[in-house]
Every structure is written in structure tokens, then in C-alpha cells.
């Protein structure tokens, strides 16, 4: 059974600083999703990303991916107020399943 | 833009009773999944249709069913509902086969649909 994990759970961090959100994964796929979800709101599809060394970036959000290590990280640059939300990783399995991870509730304050 | 469209978008219910809802996918998606998201949680795979058929399933009892129609549509059904059925409801449209050089929309969400159980 495919387990996905995030962490941090919860983050709250100053605008203009720097972190970064992991995924961990338990079994092979060949794809991996971020998504973001504002309060109340459906998900946002922000990165898809299918191979080893996978580097996409849009805006202050960078994604990339490390299959071997089944590792996924988001990093977030310089942080504005506008990126607070939750942030989701969803793996996919061998049947086309969606398996997603706990979240990562971001905080940014000014 | 034609996308993912759920009904309804709020939904009150007493415990016991039926639920139907529905999603019309995204234009040239032709499977739907479904997904359950209690407050504060990932969202949860139900299940998932191709060609009116269910392919997959998730760890879901046997009160939540589901239908195709041949327009790609879908219904997702909760029998005798518990008060731990209040979520989110979120369907999912794709396309199948899976094309590598168009991922970028792989899996497009609808809005959701917030049911209440009291």
C-alpha cells in the first residue's frame, strides 16, 4: 500500500524567508503532484513532476523530485502573505490512484 | 473553460439517510474519480470510473457507490450516513490513457461538495 507523508504538518514563517516542504513516499510511481488548497476551496494544481532530478518552478515555489530516495521537496523562496495555504503532494500509483499526504498548512506573516 | 462542475455545493443531511452527488467532468476527460477530505485532512481516493465501469477502489465501505453515465458524468452515493461522513467531496477528471506530454492538467478538481450529517 502506497503511504505518502509530508512535514511539516503546520508552518509558520516571516515574509522574505526561506523553507522548504517535504514528501516522502513509499513505493515506486512515475508521477508526483502539488497542490494547493485555500480555506474552504478546492485544489489548485501547482507541479507535476515524472523523473529522477525533476526541477520545476514557478513564481517563489520550486519542486523537485529524487526517486531513489522516493523524496519530493518544495521549496519556497522568499515568502509573501499570498502563499499561505495548504500544500498537498499526491503520489500515483501503478491503477492511476491519487494517494496524497497529510498537507502542510503554511502560515506567512508579514 | 469548461471544467470539473460538482452539485450541489453544500449539502445538509440527517444520519441514516441517502446522499447523491454529482460531477460532470472537465471536456475530453473521460474518468472521474472521487475523493473524501474530513476537515484538516489529505483528501482520501473512494473510487474511480472508466468506460461506466469502477476500476479502483479505496478503503470505503460498501455504503458508498457510484455510477457512470455514457456522457463521462458521474454520481457518487452515501447510504445510511454517519455523522463521520461529513467531508469534502471532490471528484477528479482525467483522461485515460495517461499522455505524458500533456500532464500538466493530469487530474483536474472541482469546487467540492461540503456534506453535513447530523
Known amino acids: 500500500e502506497l503511504k505518502v507523508e509530508q512535514n511539516p504538518l503546520f508552518l509558520s514563517m516571516q515574509e522574505g524567508k526561506n523553507y522548504t516542504i517535504y514528501c516522502n513516499y513509499s513505493?515506486?510511481?512515475?508521477?508526483l503532484y502539488w497542490y494547493r488548497q485555500d480555506p474552504g476551496k478546492s485544489l489548485e494544481s501547482l507541479f507535476v513532476l515524472l523523473s529522477n532530478g525533476a526541477v520545476k518552478q514557478e513564481g517563489r515555489l520550486m519542486a523537485s523530485l529524487d526517486t531513489k530516495a522516493r523524496l519530493s521537496t518544495l521549496h519556497i523562496t522568499a515568502a509573501v502573505h499570498d502563499l499561505s495555504a495548504t500544500y498537498f503532494c499526491a503520489v500515483v500509483d501503478a491503477g492511476n490512484m491519487l494517494t496524497f499526504g497529510g498537507g502542510t498548512r503554511l502560515m506567512v506573516k508579514p | 473553460d469548461a471544467g470539473v462542475t460538482q452539485s450541489p455545493t453544500h449539502l445538509i443531511k440527517t444520519r441514516g439517510q441517502q446522499v447523491t452527488l454529482r460531477c460532470s467532468p472537465k471536456s475530453g476527460h473521460d474518468t472521474v474519480s472521487w475523493y473524501q477530505q474530513a476537515l484538516g485532512q489529505g483528501p482520501q481516493f473512494i473510487f474511480q470510473y472508466y468506460e461506466e465501469e469502477e476500476r479502483q477502489r479505496g478503503n470505503f465501505p460498501d455504503r458508498f457507490s457510484g455510477h457512470q453515465f455514457p456522457n463521462y458524468s458521474s454520481e457518487l452515493n452515501v447510504n445510511a450516513l454517519l455523522l463521520g461522513d461529513s467531508a469534502l467531496y471532490l471528484c477528479?477528471?482525467?483522461?485515460?490513457?495517461?499522455?505524458?506530454?500533456?500532464?500538466?492538467?493530469?487530474?483536474?478538481f472541482g469546487s467540492g461538495t461540503r456534506l453535513t450529517v447530523v
Open positions: 513505493t515506486t510511481s512515475d508521477r
Open positions: 477528479a477528471s482525467s483522461f485515460l490513457p495517461f499522455d505524458l506530454d500533456t500532464t500538466v492538467d493530469g487530474y483536474t
